[in-house]
C-alpha cells in the first residue's frame, strides 16, 4: 500500500510539472487513486490564470473492468462547491455567463482551484489512473460544437427573443400571456425546419445557461446566444462573444468594443420610427460602417413596405462598404409569430456558431423572405478563370467578359430582378425562372460594381433577396 501511494505521489507531482510547463494554456494533471481511498474525497488542486474568461474540464480514469468508480466536482477559488457531475459527465465548461448543466457560471475564474473527486467505490487491491485536462479560454464565446460538418446551405433566424427580455405566449391553460420560455421558441424554430437560431435577448446574455441546457437536445438545431444591443439612438445584434459590453457609451465606442471581441454587429431594422410604440428602434447615429458587418435589410414582414432595410443597405453599398445583408423574425410571440419568418441562409462550411458568422462576414447569404424549408438562390460570377459567389470580390479589368450563373430552387415561375449599383438592369432576354440555370454576361469596365440578384414573384413581391458580387471592389 504504501508503494502505491508512493506511486500516486510521483503521479501527482509529474501532472504538476505539466501544469506548470503548459504556460497556463492547458493542463494536464494525472494520478493514481487505490483501494485505500474508497469512499473518500479527493481534491486535485490547479490555478487559473487572470484573464481567463472559460475553464474546461475533461476527465477520464481507467479501471472500470475492476469496478472502480470516480465521480467528479469543482471546488472555486472561495472554496465552495461550483458544481457536482458525478460520473454523468466526462466534459464540462464553467464561464463568467455560463456553464455546463451540473456547474455554476462564476463571474470572475482567476485563482485556486480544485478538481473534487469522490470515489464511491475502489476495491481493496484495485488501482485507477485519472487524467484530467484543463483548458482555458480568454474572450468570452460559447461552447462551440459543430451539429453538422459539410460545406452547405444552413438556413436560420437572427433576431428573436424569449422570457429573458421581452418575449411572451400564452401558458399551458391558455388563460395568460406569460414570459415565453427558451423551450417554448427553439421547439417553434425545429418545427419550421431551421438549422439554427440566435436568441438575441436586450442588452442581457442570461439565455446562455438555458441555451446551453437545450442544446444536447435540439440536436439538429444550433442554438445561438446573442444579444440586441439597444440604445436610445438604434439597436442592432452582437454575435460571436457573451463578454460583458457596455452599451451606454455610445455607438462609435460599443462598435470598437464589440470588434476587439471579435463580435459581430448587424444593425437592426434601421429605418423604423423610434418612440413611444418602438422606442430607440431607428438608426439614429451618424457611425463608422466599416464597424458594421451586417444590416438586417429584412425585419419580419417588413419587406416591401416603407420600413424595409432594403434602401439603407443599398446606400452603405454605394458608399462601397461590403456589408452583408441578413433578415431576421424578430420574433417576441412564438406562438403567434414564428422564427423563421423571413430566413436567413448561410453557406458555411459547417453547422456551428464560428462558421455561420463566418459565411455572414463573408456574405455567403441570401434572405428567404417568407421563410420557406426549400427555396434556393445561389449566384455564381467567373471572370478571368476565377470564380465569386455571392459576397465575394472579383477583378474584372475593362473588356473583360463577367459570366453569372443563377441557380434557383422552389421559385419556378418567379423573375430574376438583376441589380448594378442599385439599378436594374436587364442582361436576360427572358429573366423567368426555370427548371435550368439562368445565365447572362456584363463587360467589365474596370470600375467598381456591386452586382446582385432578387427573385420576384409572379405577382410583384420580392421573395428572395441576393448579396451583390463585387466587381473591382475599393474596400
Known amino acids: 500500500m504504501r508503494f502505491e501511494r508512493l506511486a500516486g505521489l510521483a503521479i501527482l507531482l509529474c501532472g504538476l510539472l505539466e501544469q506548470a510547463a503548459a504556460q497556463s494554456t492547458d493542463l494536464v494533471l494525472r494520478g ?25 474540464v475533461t ?3 481507467t479501471g472500470r473492468e475492476q469496478r472502480s468508480v470516480i465521480d467528479l466536482g469543482l471546488i472555486g477559488p472561495d472554496g465552495m462547491l461550483r458544481g457536482w457531475s458525478g460520473g454523468n459527465k466526462r466534459t464540462f465548461t464553467v464561464g463568467t455567463v455560463d456553464a455546463t448543466p ?4 462564476v463571474p470572475a475564474l482567476a485563482g485556486q482551484w480544485a478538481l473534487l473527486l469522490g ?10 489512473d485519472y487524467t484530467a485536462t484543463v483548458t482555458f479560454s480568454r474572450g468570452q464565446a460559447s461552447d462551440d460544437a459543430a451539429l453538422a460538418t459539410g460545406a452547405r446551405w444552413y438556413r436560420g433566424d437572427l433576431h428573436s427573443h424569449t422570457g429573458h427580455s421581452d418575449g411572451s405566449c400564452r401558458n399551458r391553460g391558455g388563460s395568460a400571456s406569460v414570459p415565453c420560455p427558451p423551450f417554448v421558441l427553439a421547439q417553434a424554430a425545429a418545427a419550421r425546419r431551421l438549422d439554427f437560431l440566435a436568441v438575441t435577448e436586450h442588452n442581457t446574455v442570461s439565455h446562455a445557461q438555458a441555451l ?5 437536445y435540439f440536436d439538429t438545431l444550433l442554438l445561438m446566444p446573442g444579444r440586441e444591443i439597444t440604445t436610445f439612438h438604434g ?12 452599451f451606454r457609451r455610445g455607438w462609435d465606442t460599443v462598435l470598437k468594443d464589440a470588434q476587439a471581441l471579435r463580435g459581430l454587429v448587424s444593425i437592426n431594422h434601421p429605418v423604423r420610427p423610434s418612440g413611444e410604440d418602438c422606442m430607440g428602434c431607428g438608426w439614429d447615429t451618424r457611425t463608422d460602417m466599416a464597424l458594421v458587418q451586417a444590416i438586417e435589410a429584412v425585419n419580419g414582414k417588413d419587406a416591401g413596405t416603407r420600413w424595409s432595410g432594403i434602401p439603407f443597405w443599398e446606400a ?4 462601397g462598404y461590403r456589408i452583408t445583408a441578413i433578415g431576421g423574425s424578430d420574433s417576441h410571440r412564438p406562438d403567434e409569430s414564428p422564427p423563421g419568418i423571413p430566413a436567413t441562409v448561410v453557406h458555411a462550411a459547417a ?3 464560428a462558421a455561420i458568422l463566418d459565411g455572414i462576414r463573408k456574405g455567403h447569404v441570401f434572405v428567404d423572405i417568407e421563410g420557406s424549408p426549400d427555396r434556393l438562390l445561389d449566384v455564381r460570377a467567373e471572370a478571368n478563370g476565377s470564380t465569386a459567389m455571392m459576397g465575394d470580390a472579383l477583378d474584372a479589368p475593362a473588356g473583360t467578359a463577367v459570366r453569372f450563373r443563377v441557380r434557383t430552387a422552389g421559385v419556378a415561375g418567379a423573375r430574376l430582378r438583376i441589380v448594378d449599383n442599385g439599378r436594374e438592369i436587364t442582361p436576360l432576354a427572358d429573366p423567368t425562372v426555370r427548371d435550368v440555370d439562368s445565365v447572362f454576361t456584363l463587360a467589365g469596365d474596370g470600375r467598381p460594381h456591386w452586382v446582385r440578384v432578387d427573385v420576384i414573384a409572379a405577382a410583384g413581391h420580392l421573395l428572395l433577396l441576393g448579396n451583390p458580387v463585387y466587381l473591382n471592389a475599393r474596400r
Request: aromatic share 10%; glycine share 6%.
Open 316 to 319: 452603405q453599398l454605394d458608399r
Open 235 to 246: 439597436h442592432a445584434n452582437l454575435f460571436g462573444t457573451l463578454a460583458p459590453l457596455d
Open 119 to 128: 470515489i464511491p467505490n475502489m476495491r481493496a487491491n484495485a488501482t485507477a
Open 351 to 353: 453547422l456551428s456558431q
Open 32 to 56: 493514481r487513486l487505490t483501494g485505500t481511498d474508497h469512499q473518500t474525497y479527493r481534491e486535485v488542486p490547479f490555478a487559473v490564470p487572470p484573464g481567463v474568461d472559460r475553464v474546461t
Open 59 to 61: 476527465f477520464d480514469y
Open 102 to 105: 451540473s456547474y455554476l457560471a
Open 212 to 216: 446551453g441546457e437545450l442544446q444536447p
